[in-house]
């Protein structure tokens, strides 16, 4: 009788079928889930040697030119462009105040002497025959309930400031929550709540020309536009001081030692520029 043979043991892990990893579909890349370099929230995208430099380039002139005058920030800012749009000017303020208390908070508006160099959209809530004078004047809005029910009902934003008669406030604190986080709310610090004796054509008109609002920010800081790139020298530094002496005459009365830190212009795609006011 023949010996049968021994079939040989075979381990469980063994036996055990291994799953093959299925190819990637030709057409979708490693990058098709929306992390590609340079493309994630927040991330900058990637910037080549020639922009790094140029760059690089810039924050050296600014650093070693350091705190200058007004007209000459001015100066710089124009040698140093390098956008192909009209960039927008800025002036920033930091301010010795505390933020954290009320009385100390800065709001206001300054109509600038020579505008901010783009159209403002003014909306304002009147009645009767200041309709007509706001009209008149230039405003792009004018109505009452009609605009409220048509912001409520439809999220329509498509203006810049928004101005109100006294006797309309009631109907237009509807919209605090609406127009207040975007700060269009009207207020009478910031000028755009209209009392019955001011001129309503008049107020239009500054808007319309290029009066701007200001605000402290948390850190005790207000910033604004104050013109264009394409401006020339001395309208931005007349818009400049018209800006830095208004929030000079809104200091608080509790404010003791240095009011005002640090004046600073930049423009939209170019650093800083500490200036002397």
Known sequence: MA??????????????????????????SSESSGKRKGKQPGRPPHKGKKLKAQIATIYA??????????DKAITILKQIKRAKFDESIEIHMSLGIDSAQSDQMIRGSVALPH?????????????????????????DFVGEGDLIKKIQSENWLDFDVVLATQDMMGQVSRLGKVLGPRGLMPTPKAGTVIGSGQDIGAIVKEFKSGKVEY???KGGNVHAGIGKISFDTDK???????????VRASKPTGIRGNYIKSVTISATMCPGIPVTI
């Open 61 to 70: 002139k600014v650093n070693k030119e350091g705190q200058v005058s007004l």
């Open 236 to 246: 931005i530094a007349s818009n400049a001081l018209a800006f830095v002496e208004q």
């Open 115 to 139: 505008g901010v160099g783009k159209k403002v959209r003014v909306l304002v809530f009147c009645q009767g025959d200041n309709s007509a004078k706001a009209t008149a004047a230039g405003a």
């Open 3 to 28: 010996k049968s043979e021994k079939e040989p043991k075979v381990s469980e892990e063994a036996a055990t079928p291994v799953a093959t990893p299925k190819a990637a579909p030709a057409n979708i």
């Open 215 to 217: 605000r402290s920010d």
